[in-house]
């Protein structure tokens, strides 16, 4: 079994800030973890994926994420925020290897940034 | 590359009209899923798909119905069309358990 929980459903920042996006997950089998963007009216892109690599992960538009096995957690940064960043974002969970064939995604947090 | 290819993009359908959802993905994957999204929420899985010839039903399956008769192909059937189908849909495709899904650009489907 394996789950996904976004910890919050909106987060706002200033441009220019730090964005931090927290997700905790669960499973049975050797996770891999996804972070996934949507700009509004617009399709589910990736962002950066974990597969069991290094722990510290680089994405696209300077995002990072890092998966801490002992705390669950796979939270998602940024240094600093631009306007272009609002979006939903989804965190995504699947076995590695075997087990289920259905990604698992969280509820999305949309990410709002102020001027 | 085209990658996974949704069609239509937007389509308005009356109550108890039947229409297909075209998805097809030009990358050999295996799995295929579809999704829908409806406003403000996540994504809830439809059915999905693990090869050419087999097909499983995922959380929201009721009112659809596919087929996988090829590996590229996996069309969204909706019959009798009803409101509570107003939603965008997202077929989706991967190699393999693991490997990075790719999504289409959606489908925005309104039923009046």
């Known amino acids: 079994a394996q789950s996904v929980t976004q910890l919050d459903s909106h987060v706002s920042v200033s441009e220019g800030t730090p964005v931090l996006l927290r997700c905790n997950y669960s499973?049975?089998?050797?996770?891999?973890l996804f972070w996934y963007v949507q700009h509004p009216n617009k399709g589910l892109q990736l962002l950066l994926k974990y597969t069991s690599a290094a722990t510290l992960v680089k994405g696209i538009n300077g995002f990072e994420a890092e998966f801490k096995k002992s705390e669950t957690s796979f939270h998602l940064t940024k240094p600093s925020a631009h306007m272009s960043d609002a979006a939903e974002y989804f965190c995504?969970?699947?076995?590695?290897?075997?087990?289920?064939?259905?990604?698992?995604f969280g509820r999305g947090t949309s990410l709002i940034v102020h001027p | 590359n085209a990658g996974v290819t949704q069609t239509p993009k937007f389509r308005i359908l009356k109550i108890g009209q039947s229409m297909t959802l075209q998805c097809t993905q030009d990358?050999?994957?295996?799995?295929m899923y579809w999704y829908r999204q409806d406003p403000g929420m996540g994504l809830k899985l439809i059915y999905y798909?693990?090869?050419?010839?087999?097909?499983d039903k995922g959380e929201v399956p009721n009112g659809y119905n596919v087929s996988r008769s090829t590996t590229e192909d996996f069309p969204l059937r909706l019959e009798l069309a009803a409101p509570s189908q107003t939603s965008v849909y997202f077929c989706?495709?991967?190699?393999?358990?693991?490997?990075?899904?790719?999504f289409g650009e959606g489908s925005w489907l309104t039923v009046v």
């Open positions: 995504v969970v699947t076995p590695s290897s075997g087990g289920s064939y259905i990604p698992t």
């Open positions: 989706a495709s991967t190699r393999s358990s693991g490997n990075t899904i790719y």
């Open positions: 990358m050999n994957h295996n799995y």
């Open positions: 499973s049975s089998y050797s996770p891999s």
């Open positions: 798909s693990v090869g050419a010839g087999i097909t």
